[in-house]
């Protein structure tokens, strides 16, 4: 009894923290937080560490995204995190990165990091419960570096033999929805065992596809079937998602009037199936806005304020395609600018930040 009680009372205490945080911001911290990027280094001194401390604490940025080529040890990492949660005290940043097992790990056992399997040797080696503790030993070891978002689980279907980003790497549990949802439920009950978020991906599914978004253009009309959106069903129906990924995948009934509208800038997408339809309300993140399906179709405006209209709530820059050490303050910059011009556009601002700090707010 005395543990409801303690654990009600906590949960009213975060609720008035993230109240209080919404009413103080600024329109310049309320973008900011919409802002996770990737950075060139491998060490807490590093000069681009320290200027990505620096907007974290003014509330220029809401994040970072490390790669393989900014881990050089398990040690230095965790002394890159520390310092990136140091600068954020009050409002934690997402200290993100993939770490799904198999194929795709940021954190390798190059560097002393105990890896695992891919989605689909799990899903055929164990049950979800098997599979949940799993993932648990390996988001506790993810949160002992201080990350505090994974981009995982998987939500496609493995319906493509052929897919080239999903079938080719074991990345999806199953071709079965039920099976995905149920692995995927395992996924996120094992992360949050040890307070570390995640992302449901690829939003509205990356598994029937015959290219890869990372590339160039991914056009899933005649590919992509309704029981793709059954695994976000699911899981937002029994309340376990913390954000959703949105994927760059054209469907010409999902497109604005005469555009080839990716599914990460669709309004139709994002704000009609996935808000209306599915009834999801918590944060949406893009997949990184410098893939080819992106960068070479839209301007760095164009992308970041057709996702923000779209109903995008974080925009992640992995800042590898041309790397620019002022990315952040470029991208906040085209938020700004364009809330002075709309209103609609500034509460749109305000309405993405109130979903992050209350997302935020469950970072341990």
């Known amino acids: 009894m005395i543990a409801v009680v303690f654990r009600a009372f906590y949960v009213f205490v975060l609720m008035a923290m993230s109240t209080s945080l919404a009413a103080a911001a600024t329109l310049e911290e309320m973008a900011g937080q ?14 681009a560490v ?4 620096d907007d974290l604490a003014a509330s220029r940025l809401g994040g970072v995204m490390l790669l393989k080529t900014n881990i050089k040890s398990l040690d230095a990492v965790a002394r890159m995190n520390a310092a990136f ?12 990165l993939d770490q799904e097992g198999g194929a795709v790990e940021r954190l390798t056992k190059d560097v002393g990091f105990r890896e695992i399997p891919s989605a689909r040797d799990v899903a055929a080696r164990n049950s979800p419960a098997q599979a949940e503790a ?4 390996m988001a506790a070891s993810i949160a002992e570096l201080g990350f505090t978002v994974n981009f995982g689980p998987v939500a496609d279907l493995n319906t493509n033999p052929k897919n080239q980003v999903i079938a080719r790497f074991g990345r999806a549990f199953s071709a079965d929805p039920a099976i995905v949802a149920a692995y995927d439920a395992a996924f996120i009950a094992g992360h949050h065992s040890a307070g570390v978020l995640t992302a449901l991906k690829h939003f509205p599914g990356h598994g029937s596809s015959t290219a890869d978004s990372h590339e160039g253009f991914v056009d899933i009309t005649q590919s992509w079937q309704p029981a793709e959106l059954d695994p976000y069903r699911a899981l937002i129906g029994a309340g376990d998602v913390d954000m959703i990924m949105a994927g760059h995948l054209y469907h010409a009934k999902y497109a604005d009037a005469g555009a080839q509208t990716p599914s990460s800038l669709s309004p139709q997408w994002i704000t009609g199936v996935l808000r209306d339809e599915l009834g999801f309300d918590g944060v949406v993140i893009s997949d990184d806005l410098e893939m080819g399906a992106i960068r070479d179709h839209f301007t760095t405006a164009q992308t970041v304020t057709q996702a923000v209209r779209a109903g995008l709530d974080v925009l992640l820059f992995s800042n590898t395609a041309k790397y620019h050490a002022g990315l952040g303050q470029e991208i906040l910059d085209i938020l700004l600018a364009e809330a002075a011009a709309d209103p609609v556009f500034a509460a749109r601002i305000e309405q993405s930040y109130e979903r992050i700090v209350a997302l935020k707010a469950r970072i341990r």
Do not use: C, E, H, K
């Open 85 to 96: 949660r140091a600068a954020a005290p009050t409002l934690a940043p997402f200290i993100t």
């Open 34 to 47: 919409m802002i996770v990027v990737g950075f060139q280094g491998d060490d807490v001194d590093d000069a």
């Open 134 to 137: 799993i993932y648990a030993r």
């Open 50 to 53: 320290v200027a990505l401390r």
